[in-house]
């Protein structure tokens, strides 16, 4: 029998165009589903780019106009894979149009902006989603599991450090990601949301915060043509230089609800740190860690071994019994970068066809959202502040 088909347009398609049109493909491929995922359309300004995209991938369409996309009655999926400042235009006019939406992170570029996205999927009884694909490998849905059934008990501490080195060079160009107006913040909104995220996942809501920003560089070579997309190296531009209107590292301290409390820790100033997306967690029965450079592997510990024989040991998240690996590889054929795209991809499809709700949500966005922003205004400040 024909499936029911699930026709995604894709707006934006650099870094994470790829990964998205990879995990549209390869959720149907490896997950059974109700409904098919299709390629419908894909959109971008740069029509010879675009072109080239859309016939690697096997988009069937393409269209340079996103207003026109959202439009369009041979669409159901939108999905925004577009740099911040453009998430909530996009996303509440395909919300009014009445199509799903699939969002890359940070949702938005302030709370404003996201209050009104969530009113529009909420008034459109739309499904929506906001990509934190960390959330979504199988060693942190262990994490999960292990807190769930109890074997951290209370937690006290968070401790997540994100760190990555692609912008140390001080030739590396103005990009977008270097300027307020299109990324809102540094490493604080595109890094720490990612870990807030994990944080609101397996800890629970974030109370009140503490900040320190700080900006190494303070001027970068303007980008010449093409250079707008996140890449190690040097400069390309002209001399010419502008004004970095973000910060470069971002130092949180926050309490939780439930009375843990942590520290988040972002930057792009860290040699040797790749993608270097860690966290720990401390509790009264126990103990893990997380090193994404190790993507498949969490660390235990517990206080209920006996004590001759206590320590942390290494779990190899790859048994069919741990979250999504069944429909992948058999144990010890590990998974990689592109899978928890896979895996949110699968989770959607399945939200829209079961209509559940899956997260996180533009509601779960929305609440990280308002944890930066109280980051942001702890660090003008100088004081502590209390979340909305
Ligand atoms: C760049 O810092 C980046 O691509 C982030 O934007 C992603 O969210 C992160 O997963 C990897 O690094």
Not at 115 to 124: D, I, N, R, T
Not at 128 to 144: G, I, K, S, W
Not at 156 to 179: K, N, S
Not at 313 to 334: K, M
């Amino acid at each position: 029998m024909k499936k029911k088909e699930l026709r995604i347009a894709i707006i934006g398609y650099n870094f994470m165009g790829k990964a998205h049109s990879n995990g549209w493909l390869q959720a149907a491929k490896f997950f059974d589903l109700e409904s098919q995922p299709v390629l419908q359309v894909a959109c971008g300004r740069n029509e010879k780019a675009l072109r080239e995209f859309a016939d690697r991938w096997g988009w069937k369409n393409i269209e340079t106009d996103w207003k026109k996309v959202v439009e369009r009655d041979d669409v159901d999926i939108v999905d925004v894979s577009l740099p911040q400042h453009l998430h909530a235009e996009v996303a509440i006019a395909a919300a009014k149009a009445g199509k799903h939406i699939f969002c890359e992170k940070p949702m938005a570029l302030n709370s404003a902006d996201a209050k009104k996205m969530l009113e529009a999927v909420q008034a459109a009884g739309v499904q929506h989603y906001v990509n934190h694909n960390y959330r979504r490998c199988p060693a942190v849905r262990l994490a999960r599991r292990l807190i769930d059934e109890g074997k951290i008990g209370r937690i006290f501490h968070w401790r997540g450090a994100y760190q990555q080195d692609w912008i140390v060079d001080p030739e590396f160009p103005l990009t977008w990601h270097l300027r307020a107006e299109t990324a809102g913040t540094g490493p604080h909104g595109d890094l720490n949301s990612h870990s807030v995220d994990l944080a609101q996942y397996l800890v629970g809501d974030i109370k009140s915060v503490s900040c320190l920003m700080t900006n190494f560089i303070k001027e970068r070579p303007l980008p010449g043509e093409g250079a707008a997309t996140f890449s190690a190296g040097t400069s390309i531009g002209p001399k010419e230089k502008g004004p970095v209107t973000v910060e470069d590292a971002s130092l949180m301290m926050v309490e939780f609800a439930n009375g843990a409390v942590g520290s988040f820790e972002a930057t792009r100033f860290a040699p040797g740190r790749k993608n270097h997306n860690t966290f720990e967690i401390y509790g009264s029965e126990g103990s893990l860690a997380f090193d994404f450079e190790r993507m498949n592997e969490l660390q235990y510990f517990s206080r209920n071994d006996p004590e001759y024989a206590q320590g942390f040991r290494t779990i190899l998240a790859t048994e069919s019994s741990h979250d999504y690996v069944a429909n992948w590889w058999p144990p010890g054929h590990i998974i990689g970068y592109e899978h928890g795209f896979v895996h949110g991809m699968v989770d959607f499809i399945k939200a829209i066809d079961e209509k559940k709700t899956i997260e996180p949500n533009f509601a779960d966005g929305l609440k990280c959202i308002q944890v930066l922003e109280a980051g942001v205004a702890s660090a003008k400040s100088g004081q502590r502040v209390n979340v909305a």
